[in-house]
């Protein structure tokens, strides 16, 4: 089974990112709001805080402990938002649950969504398409399906997936049926759940992008198995995959808003 290594991939994006840094001469500005001590988030905070910083992005990160109120974070947004020196923000998801992540997400200032949830044009799928496109080249005419467990990232996906001129389906984790996952040339899986699709469901020469991350007997895993046979397909491991790509993805947009905000 070749393993689809997103390292590469966001190794391209970001040296093509620096460069463009450079030739602008402008210092883009990130803003990064992390609420709470959930470890994962804390270790993906801090790889996109040296990542941003080895491209030259200037970064300032504010922490609010796990009883920060609602108030509290949206203040953390607003003083992003009136800093000129702040060019992208990023609320670290996911927030406390007395924290309604909508109502956050809403007050970021649209021209420095990072994220691009208010633009309705996330940057995880982003980098599930530069994943797709590194094996596939052009997307066009091939079919697509997408295991999620929240119907707002596969209808997401899905249009992302359309948008490429691919015929694209999500399904939600307990309706996975088989018959549909084997016909498609590239499935995007988001479950959460390890282990939980078999390596032999997928047809020959499919890509498969794996979108899921659990813990489970003391390692991260996705949600294809890791263990047993499997068809002559395209896999990104995890860790490895999606994650460094998604980073890539997300320096390059915050680059982006800052250029285009020198430009007016």
Do not use: W
């Not at 990130?30 to 609420?35: A, C, E, K, M, P």
């Not at 927030?95 to 044009?121: E, M, N, S």
């Not at 016909?183 to 469901?201: E, S, Y």
């Amino acid at each position: 089974m070749p393993i689809l290594s997103g390292k590469p991939i966001a190794e391209k994006i970001l040296s093509e990112t620096k460069a463009r840094i450079g030739q602008s001469g402008i210092v883009p500005g990130l803003g990064i709001v992390l609420v709470g001590d959930d470890a994962a988030s804390r270790i993906y905070v801090e790889l996109k805080e040296k990542r941003a910083r080895e491209l030259g992005i200037h970064v300032v990160r504010t922490e609010l402990p796990m009883t920060a109120t609602e108030t509290d974070a949206l203040d953390a947004v607003r003083a992003f938002n009136a800093d000129s020196s702040i060019h992208g923000i990023i609320m670290q998801l996911p927030l406390p649950g007395h924290i309604d992540a909508d109502r956050i997400i809403a007050a970021v200032d649209p021209t420095k969504d990072a994220d691009g949830f208010i633009a309705g044009d996330p940057v995880f799928p982003e980098a599930i398409i530069e994943l797709a496109k590194s094996v596939a080249g052009t997307l066009s005419g091939k079919k697509g399906v997408v295991i999620a467990n929240s119907e707002r990232f596969g209808e997401t996906m899905r249009r992302s997936l359309e948008h490429q001129g691919m015929e694209a389906e999500y399904v939600l984790g307990d309706s996975v049926a088989l018959e549909r996952i084997r016909d498609a040339d590239i499935v995007v899986t988001a479950l959460g759940r390890p282990d939980a699709l078999p390596r032999n469901m997928f047809k020959k020469g499919a890509i498969v992008i794996d979108g899921g991350i659990a813990r489970k007997d003391g390692r991260t895993r996705g949600d294809v198995s890791s263990e047993g046979d499997g068809e002559d397909v395209f896999l990104s491991p995890v860790p490895g995959g999606v994650g460094p790509v998604t980073i890539a993805c997300l320096l390059r947009r915050v680059t982006d808003l800052a250029i285009r905000k020198t430009a007016l």
